[in-house]
Every structure is written in structure tokens, then in C-alpha cells.
């Protein structure tokens, strides 16, 4: 039933995408410079480092930023939440989402972050009171109706067109020539992929100017779940187990591969996915049963498991992005902020 779906669903794509380059549908604009962020496939890029790259960089330049964000399967998903004010964290986990709430951690005293589905209006709300210089779109590659001085597209190099069919068949969003639209591109994940070439040319097919960037995910620390930012390498006991709810999980445990650590046991949950105490009890008991003394697990599941408690202990594996020519995407923002 799934690929007819998918032709319905590649006609109002197409549909719409046509409605906003005729001007049918209104395209607002902020009084001050907008930063999108964003991907052709649901989940699991590698975004999220890049927006937090993004807000450090415009900070930087002195810049009061301030993050857009749907919020993705938060409690009240209508309403607006300030996630954080740029100075504090006001959100739940719940209340924000995770992957918000995990912005607001790691760029506090940096950027604001606001969860809102109408990101237009939570735009002017955050000029008018945050006095917001810049804003930084996340997930905005499909927000077609807030204006952008900067488009930059994520593409994973392990999975860069989720499977080659779109939604619900798929993990498209759009169609690969979506990628048209970007102004740069920036592939998460090259040190993962070994036929980059095949890759670009893909990517030519559709945008033969926009700048590209290779970049990779490098493990910053490891931290106690519930002890803040505290480096914890040292008591972390192995073997391990690792469980995650990303859209990418064999990326997750990959990467835990390459931070030194063998998983006896592995468990993927779906993206986003809220955890329930019955769940991180089983979790432990299989993870005890093959051998685990620890349990390892990603810094957006993090956010969301304070609460709960676990037979074993459990650690954090914190991530940052490392952009390859990063001075020359610095450049490419600092031209969007003279706009």
C-alpha cells in the first residue's frame, strides 16, 4: 500500500513547492537575517550539531541568536515554549521536545531557543522581546513560508536519500531535486562513506554551483547521565551496551565503536521516542544478561531519561561537528548577516 502513498504524496509536495515559486502562497519576512537549517530526509543527519555550529559561530560575531524550532512530538505541539531565554533553561523535555531541549543546554548563554510550529510568529514574538539579531531556522528546508538569506541544506553520507522513495514508502521528504534550492550543502558523516565521488555527482545532477562541505562527528566527552557536564571516561566500566532512539542508530553505534568501546548488546528505539520505566528496566536486564557493566546512549535520549532509573550505570556520549574549509562557510554566514 505504501508506494501509491507516496505518489500522493509526491504530487502535494510538488503541488505546494509550485504554489510557493508562483507566489501563491505568502512568503514572509523577518527585519533581521534568517539562517535555515535543514534536510530532504526525515531524521537523523546529523542537523542538530550543525545548527549548534551555526549559533556558536554567529555568537562569536556578538550576535543575539535565537533557534526557530517545530518541536517534534512535544506535549502541546500548538503552543509556543521558550526553551530558553539565552541565559536559562525554562523547558521540560516535554514541554520543549527533545532535541530543543538538548540546544538549550548546550548553547546556553549563547542563543535563545523557542519551540512553535508557526515560526513566523514566534519570529516577531523573539525581535520584538528577545531583541533577536539573527535568527538560525531549524529543520527549515521544507518552512518555505519564512524567508531565509541563507539555505543550507544536510545530507548524510551514509544515507543521504533515505532509501530513493519518498514518505511514507521512504525517508524522502521531497524529491532529490530539492537539493536545487540549497545554497550550500554540508555532508555529515564523510569519514563514514567511502565513495564520496558517487555522492557529488549525485548532488551536481541537481545543484551544479552551491558550495559543499565534508564534515564529521567527533566525540567531545562522556558524561554520567544526571552529573551535568562532569567528564566521566574514567568510571565508565565495560564491557557496555548501547541503546538509542535517533533516526540514524547505526550511526550512533558506530560511533561508539570508534570512541573505543565493543557493544555486547545494542537496542534501537524510534526517533524521538519517550521512554517508559518498564522499558529501561528490560533494557538492563538484557543488557546485564550479555555481559553489560554500563550502559551508553546519546546526548538527545539524555534529556529525556533524568527521571527514570536504571539497574546500571548509564553515560552519555556527547558529539561535535568538525566542518573541513569551516572559515569558508564562516564566510558564507557572514555574507547572509549583510543582507
Known amino acids: 500500500m505504501l508506494p501509491p502513498l507516496s505518489l500522493l504524496y509526491r504530487a502535494i509536495t510538488q503541488t505546494r513547492l509550485t504554489a510557493y515559486e508562483k507566489g501563491f502562497f505568502q512568503v514572509t519576512k523577518l527585519d533581521v537575517p534568517v539562517i535555515s537549517v535543514g534536510n530532504l530526509t526525515t531524521g537523523g543527519t546529523g542537523k542538530t550539531p550543525v545548527v549548534e555550529w551555526i549559533c556558536r559561530v554567529l555568537s562569536a ?62 519570529g516577531k514574538w523573539a525581535k520584538e522581546e528577545l531583541h533577536t539579531d539573527v535568527f538560525v531556522l531549524d529543520d527549515g528546508f521544507q518552512h518555505l513560508r ?127 521516542h519517550w521512554y517508559e520505566q518498564a522499558e529501561i528496566e528490560s533494557l538492563c536486564r538484557k543488557s546485564r544478561d550479555e555481559g553489560a557493566q554500563s550502559l551508553i546512549t546519546t546526548a538527545k535520549d539524555a534529556v529525556k531519561l533524568q527521571a527514570l532509573d536504571f539497574d546500571l550505570p548509564c553515560y552519555v556520549l556527547n558529539i561535535e561537528i568538525q566542518i573541513e574549509e569551516e572559515n569558508r562557510l564562516q564566510q558564507l554566514i557572514e555574507a547572509a548577516m549583510r543582507v
Not at 517534534?72 to 520543549?96: C, F, H, K, Q, W
Not at 545532477?205 to 551535568?228: A, E, H, W, Y
Open 146 to 272: 519564512l524567508a531565509r538569506d541563507l539555505d543550507l541544506l544536510v545530507i548524510d553520507a551514509t544515507n543521504p536519500w533515505g532509501g530513493g522513495r519518498l514518505l511514507p514508502s521512504g525517508r524522502l521528504r521531497e524529491p532529490r531535486s530539492g537539493a536545487a534550492r540549497a545554497d550550500c550543502i554540508v555532508i555529515t558523516r564523510a569519514d563514514h562513506q567511502q565513495d564520496l565521488d558517487s555522492l557529488m555527482k549525485e548532488i551536481r545532477r541537481f545543484n551544479q554551483d552551491c558550495p559543499i562541505f565534508m564534515s564529521s562527528m567527533k566525540v567531545s566527552s562522556i558524561t554520567r547521565l544526571g552529573s551535568g557536564f562532569e567528564e566521566a571516561t574514567a568510571g565508565l566500566l565495560q564491557p557496555v551496551a548501547a541503546f538509542c532512539g535517533v533516526g540514524n542508530p547505526q550511526s550512533f553505534f558506530d560511533q561508539v565503536r570508534r570512541a573505543g568501546f565493543d557493544p555486547v548488546f545494542t537496542q534501537a528505539f524510534p526517533d524521538h
Open 61 to 122: 560575531s556578538q550576535k543575539r541568536v535565537c533557534v526557530l524550532t517545530r518541536g517534534y512530538r512535544r506535549m502541546n505541539p500548538e503552543t509556543r515554549v521558550i526553551v530558553s531565554d539565552g541565559s536559562r533553561v525554562l523547558a521540560t523535555a516535554a514541554e520543549a521536545g527533545d532535541e530543543p531541549l538538548l540546544l538549550a543546554h548546550n548553547l546556553n548563554g549563547i542563543a535563545a531557543v523557542i519551540s512553535d510550529a508557526d515560526r513566523v510568529r514566534a
